[in-house]
C-alpha cells in the first residue's frame, strides 16, 4: 500500500524557516517524480515544486523560486521541502504527491498534508 | 501558463441525479488533464487521467471526456459520497502546472 506522511508543518514567523518532509513506502520511491502542492484553507489548489526520480531535475513555482529547496534521499525514502524566507502568503496546507509516471506529471497518491502558518 | 477555469461554481443537485461539471483550458492542452475529487480535511483523490481514464478504484458512475480546450466531468447518478469540491488540472505545459478553482457540488 503506497503511503505518504508529511511532517515539519507548523507556525512560524515571517522571515522564517521551516523544513517538511514526506516518508514514503509501499512503491519504489527512486523511480518516481514527486510534487508538493499546497492549498490555503478554504481556497484551491497550488503547485509548488516537483523533482525527478534521481533528484537531479527540479522544478520551482515562480511564487516560490529563490525561496524554497526541494531535496529527495531515496536511501531513505523521504521528500523534503526547505523553505526560507517565509510569508503570510506562504501558510497553507502542503501535501506531497506522487507523480503517476515518467512524463505524466498527475498525481495518484497524496499524504494528509502538513500545516505551515506564517504569521508575527 | 495555462489558465483552466471550471464551471458552474457551486452545483447544487440531489442523489440519484447526473452531475456535470465543466473544465476549459485557455489553450489547447490536448488530452493532458486529470480530474480530483476533494472531500473536507482530506487529500485530493485523483479520478480521471487523460481526460476520459478512470483511475483505479474509481466507480463507472464517473465519466470524463473532452480534448483541446474544453472538458466535462460527469457523474451519471450522484451518490452521498459524490458531494465534494472537483478540481481539474492540465499537465501539458509543465511547469508550471495548472489547477482550476474548483466546482462545490453540494447537496440541493
Known amino acids: ?24 513506502s509501499g512503491f519504489t520511491f527512486s523511480s518516481y517524480a514527486m510534487t508538493w502542492v499546497r492549498q490555503v484553507p478554504g481556497k484551491g489548489l497550488e503547485w509548488v515544486s516537483a523533482i525527478s526520480g534521481s533528484g537531479y531535475s527540479t522544478y520551482y513555482a515562480d511564487s516560490v523560486q529563490g525561496r524554497f529547496t526541494l531535496s529527495r534521499d531515496n536511501s531513505k525514502n523521504t521528500l523534503y521541502l526547505q523553505m526560507n524566507s517565509l510569508r503570510s502568503e506562504d501558510t497553507a496546507v502542503y ?6 509516471g515518467p512524463s505524466k506529471p498527475f498525481y495518484d497518491y497524496w499524504g494528509q498534508g502538513t500545516l505551515v502558518t506564517v504569521s508575527s | 501558463e495555462i489558465v ?8 447544487s ?10 473544465c476549459r483550458a485557455s489553450q489547447s492542452v490536448s488530452s493532458n488533464l486529470a480530474w480530483f475529487q476533494q472531500t473536507p480535511g482530506q487529500a485530493p483523490r485523483l479520478l480521471m487521467y487523460g481526460a476520459s481514464n478512470r483511475a483505479t478504484g474509481i466507480p463507472d458512475r464517473f465519466s470524463g471526456s473532452g480534448s483541446g480546450t474544453d472538458f ?9 459520497e459524490d458531494f465534494a469540491v472537483y478540481y481539474c ?20
Open chain 1, 95 to 100: 501535501y506531497c504527491a506522487k507523480n503517476w
Open chain 2, 13 to 22: 443537485l440531489s442523489p440519484g441525479e447526473r452531475a456535470t461539471l465543466s
Open chain 2, 72 to 80: 466535462t466531468l460527469t457523474i451519471s447518478r450522484l451518490e452521498p
Open chain 2, 4 to 11: 483552466l477555469t471550471q464551471s458552474p461554481g457551486t452545483l
Open chain 1, 1 to 24: 500500500e503506497v503511503q505518504l506522511l508529511e511532517s515539519g508543518g507548523g507556525s512560524v514567523q515571517p522571515g522564517g524557516s521551516l523544513r517538511l518532509s514526506c516518508a514514503a
Open chain 2, 89 to 108: 488540472q492540465q499537465y501539458v505545459d509543465s511547469p508550471p502546472i495548472t489547477f482550476g478553482q474548483g466546482t462545490r457540488l453540494e447537496i440541493k
